[in-house]
């Protein structure tokens, strides 16, 4: 993967991050900034990048609908169920990379959307199950396994039944796939 495909993905990961307020304006705007220095470069990903911390909270809203755009990347509207789902698989692809415990994982799954989203609804039961572990005959690994193999579940029916690795290519720019 280039440089370029990887500060595109990174950018489309806060995007997708920061549609679902899991992280603040200012991280998308370090974000554009990461990618044109890595030589990405759209008059709107410019004028995402320029913004102060300050202005991110205000502009990043209006602004970072026409970077994606110019990138050829995905706009998730904010709180959408396809900005939940993508970036769901953005932190499962942090912790298929190690960036994450699968407990941790689970947690912030868990936390984020309950047992509501149909792409996540096995991880927060898997969330629950760590916590009754010391009533069973499971242990960690076996739930930590289980919660890899979740993360990697190949699809098999609808879109919303997709496992989360099949459907993160969705979130990358077509180059990179």
Known sequence: MTSTEAAAIALQDRAALW???????SDVVNAACDALVAGLDTPGLRILAAC????????????????????????YPVASEAGQEAAARTVARRMLAGELT???FTVRIHQR???????TERL????DEYDILEYGDRTVDHVDAEVTAEARRPPHGSRRTHGLAQLMHRDRPASSR
């Open 124 to 127: 927060a039961e898997l969330d």
């Open 19 to 25: 549609s679902m307020g899991e992280i603040r304006a």
């Open 113 to 119: 959307h309950g047992h509501e989203l149909p792409l």
């Open 102 to 104: 699968p407990r941790e």
């Open 52 to 75: 102060t911390r300050a202005e991110a909270d205000y502009d990043v809203h209006d602004l970072l609908p026409a970077a994606l755009v110019e990138l050829g990347l995905t706009v």
